[in-house]
Each structure stands twice: as C-alpha cells, then as structure tokens.
C-alpha cells in the first residue's frame, strides 16, 4: 500500500481553521482561543485566525485584548470588513456607542452584506437620535434577510475578496433558481472584477428587463458600458439615475466618467470638482481631476492634482505613476526615499505596488541609475503578469488563421460590399511606436479629426464571435468567409454611425487603436476605402518603450520581454501579408524617419490621403486638442530625438527580449 502524501502547509492550515471556527460556533471560546493563538505563532499574518481571535476575546470579556488583536488585524488587512464589525462589537460591548458606530459604518461600506454591522448601526444610530441614518440601516437590514442565505453569503464572500468561491456558489444557485436578480447581478459583480465585461452586461440586462426600476443594477449595467467603451450608452443610463436622484454622489461619477469616454472634459471636470467640495480628501477625485487636466495640457494644474491624491492617500500608487507618466515630471529626492519606503512596505495591495514600481523605475532612469531602474520595471511588470489572463499564444494561431483565409484571392472574390465611406483613417501598430506623433500631425489638418483610441472595431469583432464557451476555437477569423455584401455593409455602415459621437463635421476622423492590426481584414471588408497607416518603431526601442508603460487597461502582451517580442514578431509578420495581399492600401510610417525628416514624412501621410499640404502639420505641438495616451506631453513639444535610443541604456538586460525578436533586430 502506497504512503499517503503529506498534507501541505495550505490545506492544514485551512482544517485547523475550520476545527477552531467550530469551537466558536459551539460557543467553547476558550479552546478556541487557545488554539487560535497557538496557530497565530504559525501563521501571524492569516486573516481568518486573527478573525477567530478577536471573536474569541471579545465572547471571554476580554475586551482590551480583543481590540489590540483588531488594531494589528488591520495593519495587516486594512480593508476586510469583519475586522471593523467585530471592531464595532467590542466598542458596543464597552458601552463605547460613538466609536462603535464609526466602526459599523467603516464595516458596511467595505461590506455590505454584513447584517449584523447594518442592525447594530439601527439600534446605535437611533439611540443617538440620528433617525435618518437608523431608518435607512434598519431598510438595508430587511433587505439583507429576504436574501437567500446562498446570495447572501456569496455577497459577503465577494466583499471579502473570494471571487471564485462567490461565483461557484451562486452558480449553483442560480441553477435552481433561474431568475433570481440579486444573484444575477452580484455574477455580474463578478464578471466585472475578471474582466468578462460580455458576460457581466448580458446580465445587468436581463435584470434591467426584469426590473426596469433596479437602479443599482442600472448604476452597474452603466459601469461595464463604460469600461466596454459604449460610452455613449453609458451616459444615458448615467442620465436616467440622475433623474432619479441627482446628488448621489455614484451617479454623477459615473455620468462623469461617461463624459471623459466621450471626450467632454469641461463637463467631466465640472463635476469632478463639484463632488471634491463634498469630499476634499477623496484621492480618487483628485486622479480623475488631474487625468483630465492633463488630457487638456494643463499640466502644472494635473501635476498639483497628483500631489494632492498622493496627500490624500499616502500609498496610492496610481498618483505616483500618473506624476512618472507625464515623462516630463522629476521626483524630488524625498518623494523618491517615500516611494521606496511604500513600495517596500508589506501592507501595500499589488495594485498599489506595482504602480510604485513603475514610477520608481521612471524615476531612476531620469537618474541615469539604469541597473536599478530595470530591477523595479521588472518588478512592476512580474506584479502586474501575475494578474493577467491574456493568452499571447492564442492572438498568435488567430493571425495565423487571418493569414491563411484571407489571401489576395479572398479579398478579390469580396470586393463588391461594406460601406463605400472614405471618413475613417486608422493608425494601427504597437503601442510607443509613434501611432500618438502621426495622430497629432494629421488632426493638425484643417480636415482631419483627431478622436482617441476607439474600441468600435474589437467590440465589432466580439459580437460577430458571438458568446462562445471559452475553452472551444473562436469563430472569428473563420467567420469572415460567410459575411455577405450587404452585412459587410450594415457592419460598416454601422461603424460610421457609432463613432459620430467622437466628430465634429471634419470629413475625414483618424481611430488610433493600435490593436486594430488584428482585424485588417474585416476593416477592409466593411469600409474597403478607409486609410490604414501602420505605425512602424524600430524593435528594440518600441519593444522595452512598452516594458516600461504601465498602462491603465489592455496591452497584457507587454508585461514579459519575451511576450512582448513574440507579440511584435507576430505583429510584423502579419503586417507583411497585409502589404501583400492590400498592395498601396498601408502605408508604414517609421518613426526614426519622422524624427530625421518630418517634413518629408508629412507631406508623403498628406499624399496617401490625398489631402492638401498645410503648414499646421509640421507645426503639430501647437495644435490644441485632447491627448490620452502616454506621449501627450510629447507631441505638445516640438519633435525631438531623446527617444530614440533610450533602450540602450538597458541593452544589458535585454536578452530574452532579442531572443525573442530573433531575425528582426537590424544587422
């Protein structure tokens, strides 16, 4: 008979909490305790044994102890709600209503869920004569007890930070019970926080379909059109919560944030800033204030709004890396010895960590002290990979498929159809190939508008994929073959419609979604005589350009050097069959040329677009306009060669990359 394998340290660790949890529920609080403690020595930091401590003192009246088990609990797990419930429990068992209250509301609003805080803030809130707040806790409270426990202990465990443990619960309950709209919206709740944006709005509509009058479904389904893109559509759900209730203070951000998608900054600011009089220490109000004024190019106002965020929260990672990612901005030597000291901290979240170490890694290279400088962008880039589900693998069979179907042949047999509009022109490439320079040149153009990065034409390719079951082939490239002449023009008639929102009445509007590399050929289909101009940067320097670039969402390939010189090697290849197959319809554009030879290369993107020279395009830094990539302080300068072989410093460290690059590195 085989030895049984040794338990591992996890799953021990895991039984014995469950044996001590039953001694408290079997109300044997000292053993519990004793236990508990026992463990603690073992694991000083596990959440779920300093929870099982605390309970266990406050239950033997030892309550001094129980909020000094609290106070080191929440050095180490700032933001789990029971920690500030069970707070709350001991100051109500002191007698200590005031700051018995203040924990309850700490604890609801890091959980909802959490019936006991919501029924405890009723009794205290009311003793005080605070009625308003005890009529509303004491609704919320109700509301919680019609909840089945499945969905009420799903919602708790979501709060907690267990997603998956929440989305197999209540998919097991919604298995029995269909249509249960609070269960279908906390899934959404979910789909949202994995990046299943898809899955998360056919939910938030099906509940809205069900329940016209769920606003915060509604509030939700306005959420992930925005971090889908719709923002237009975002904006009208936005609008309609106003109606309902036109000071909560949720709903203006979220009508806000639809304006910044929509490229209404003056509006998105207004409100902004009317919400930062109610909550002057918000650090997140002070970011999204400071984003747009930097989208405007008002940056010494953008740089203030950073320093105001990182004052209101001392480890916010983000305003750091916003302050590194103006590229013009200098850490002082203090800000430099803080960030280190946050960054190194062990209670900073990973999110936070790896923004820290991005703007550290910025910082240093300003320094010239490059050896560490790569250490914490390798750092930033591990943190971040560690959260990523993107499959580099995938997108490459995909481009592949690409390839194989759509041959000179393929395309020949299809030109009849899509929409004949000569409006869109798109500059596709890399991310940091110089796509944001072109852009800012042609909307210098008295005909050209500039837009943003518009994500109409992957949420295009997303629905004609349709809701596939993620583990089987993709229907899309395949899909192409089987479009007729008249939906390849609804298709691109519709693409024209959608993006109105992002024009004035200039006839020609550039989209600047450097991904849409992947999908020229369904461009093609549905808007046969739209520009594309591929964006061209010498390998190494686009390559680590992206290493560096923490980016605010997408671009997973370029968390790994070897991803991101897999990703350019496929890129290329790709682009070469393009040129093939659509011969004088792409034009590259080469980034180092550019530099050495604007005027030359201005004229010669003019050409391609049969568009008239205009002297404003060589003078494009002066050109007034929104810019939200990482190069907007860039190209609001004249064009400079700093740039240009900025990777060098770093080449010691760059194998894997060139490994990877292989026969694309020039001789």
Sequence with gaps: MAATEPISTGSRIEAEVRRIRAFVEKREFARALADAGRLLEEVPENRDVLYLVAVSQRYLGRITEALATLERFEKVHPDFGRLFQ???????TAGESAHAIEAYRRAITLNPSLLAAWKALAVLCRAAGQTGEATAAAEQAMLLERLPAPVLSASGMLAEGDVYGAERILRQFLLKHGNHLEAMRLLAQIGLQLDVLDDAEFLLESV????????????????????????????????????????????????????????????????????????????????SIAHALKTQGHQAESIESYRAAAAARADFGDAYWSLANLKTYRFTDEELARMRQIEGADATKLLDRYHLCFALGKALEDRGEYEESFRYYERGNAFKKSESRFDL?????????????????????????????????FIVGLPRSGSTLIEQILASHSQVEGTMELADIPRMVQQLAGRENRDAPSRYPALLADLTPAERLRLGE??????????????????????????????????????????????????????????????????SLEDIGRYYRAYVEVMTHWDAVLRGKILRVQHE???????????RLLDFLGLPFEAACIEFYRTDRS???????????PIYREG??????????????KSALGDLLPS
């Design 86 to 92: 069970e707070r709350g429990h001991c100051y109500r």
């Design 208 to 287: 809205l379909a069900f329940d016209p009058n769920h606003h915060i479904a509604r509030y939700d389904y306005a959420v992930v059109l925005g971090k889908r893109h719709k923002h237009a559509a975002a904006l009208e759900q936005a609008r309609k919560l106003l109606k309902i209730d036109p000071r909560n203070r949720a709903f203006r951000t979220v009508y806000a944030t639809a304006c910044v998608g929509l490229g209404d900054h003056e509006e998105a600011l207004r409100v902004y800033r009317e919400l930062l009089t109610e909550s002057p220490q918000n650090p997140e109000l002070h970011l």
């Design 393 to 425: 693998g995938a997108m490459e069979r995909n481009l592949e498929l690409q390839a194989r179907l759509c041959t000179r042949e393929f395309v020949a047999a299809r030109a009849a159809g899509g929409c004949q509009r000569p409006d869109p022109i």
């Design 494 to 559: 519709k693409y024209i419609a959608d993006t109105r929102v992002y024009r004035t009445d200039k006839p020609y509007f550039i989209d600047k979604m450097p991904n849409n590399f992947r999908h020229i050929g369904l461009i093609h289909l549905i808007l046969p005589n739209a520009r594309i101009i591929d964006a061209r940067r010498e390998p190494l320097a686009c390559c680590f350009s992206n290493f560096k670039q923490l980016f605010a969402s997408g671009q997973e390939f370029t968390y």
């Design 593 to 603: 040329s550019v530099v050495e030879d604007l005027e030359g290369n201005v004229r």
């Design 627 to 637: 810019v939200r990539t990482a190069s907007s302080e860039q190209v609001r300068q």
């Design 644 to 657: 240009i072989d900025q990777w060098r410093n770093f080449e010691p460290w760059l194998g894997p990359l």
